[in-house]
């Protein structure tokens, strides 16, 4: 398997944990988002993934992308160690608080679309960094309740085990933080983001850890 | 089986398709999402979903939000008629698509979104609309590629079936319609829009066809 990746993106270091946590053997391609113009645009990556960004995963001469489905397929291709629970409710929970991640708060804080609020709608860096922290407290304000409800509110966002859901809170929370976001009223979250980011998985794939990090 | 739903809901829409595709009895609790200030905002809703948004579905006495963690739910639970292909490299394509549009497009113009590009940043219906068909457009390049990789172009977007990323793309199809998107660019999305309009479980659960549609 090959990993199209950057290092501080967060959606590639979902998948990035995912491959950790099971184990699976890959290499890893940089693709460089911001360089030349971002290397996501060129020809040859079009041809990757056309919707040009990353992560994509290249594995017996096909290539997937989005995150999610990149970790739903290594999950059915290499189910132990799992990232689902067994239940179908809790499969039903845990990816409703990987989608609130994923689906709520990721898209309106990614490259494109930060470029778009500054340049086409002409928003200075407050406005813009605002605008980020606006959509960080709003999902994990439903995300901090989510896992009150599910999990014990300490080691894991749902159950007693890693889920699917906190590969997508930790990088979250790194970007959290990047952006100033006040994490006071996310206690469990904290406590959660805490204790998963003490496990190799979670630890050896973060964005500095990356060979191309900067 | 409990659906909250709103008649213009994009994410609901994708839900009363699969319930209506798997046969699926089932009531539907509509939910004004603008009718004094939004009913999902209530004190009795923020217990269904803490996110406060639609759909929600409520089975067994548990609740699920997020309409792809929903979709999958119901798939597992009754899978037939499927809506995911059985293989893996097929799975994580459907997924891809439909993951496409529930990420990259569908969170840039949901309803607190606009609000906020209208409030704390200032634009205008012009520049709003424009960003609506912007994040659109540039989705649907990324998709209508896909969709004649590994589909016939003018069926279904995957293959020779009904799946999980047709439901999404109908919805979309419907919302671009509605924001003045010139759909010329996108042949394939719009025939194989055309024709799964034509089947009763994407006709029957359309927006206009629910009983609080205004």
């Known amino acids: ?40 645009h060129s020809e040859s990556y079009h041809e990757v993934n056309p919707q040009q960004r990353v992560p ?11 995150s999610l489905a990149i970790i739903e397929y290594l999950e059915e291709k290499h189910p132990e160690p799992p990232l689902l629970p067994v239940d179908f409710a809790g499969r039903a929970i845990v990816r409703q608080m990987a989608l609130l991640v994923a689906c709520e708060i990721h898209p309106l804080q990614n490259l494109a679309v930060l470029n778009y609020l500054r340049g086409p709608l002409a928003q200075g860096d407050g406005p813009v960094a605002e605008w980020v922290r ?13 896992a009150r409800r599910h999990g014990d509110g300490t080691r894991y966002l749902h159950g007693g085990a890693v889920s699917m859901a906190d590969l997508c809170l ?35 794939t973060r964005p500095e850890a990356q060979a191309d990090a900067e």
């Open 1 to 40: 398997m090959k990993l199209f990746s950057y290092w501080r993106s967060s959606a590639a270091w979902r998948v990035r944990i995912a491959l950790s946590w099971k184990g699976i053997p890959h290499g890893t391609v940089p693709v460089h988002l911001i360089r030349a113009g971002g290397q996501q």
């Open 134 to 146: 606006h959509w960080i407290g709003q999902g994990f304000t439903a995300l901090e309740e989510l």
């Open 170 to 204: 930790v990088p979250m929370m790194y970007n959290a933080r990047r952006h100033h976001l006040d994490i006071r009223p996310f206690p469990a979250l904290a406590a959660i983001d805490a204790h998963l980011v003490t496990l190799p998985a979670f630890s050896t």
């Open 56 to 66: 994509a995963l290249e594995d017996e001469g096909r290539v997937y992308a989005q």
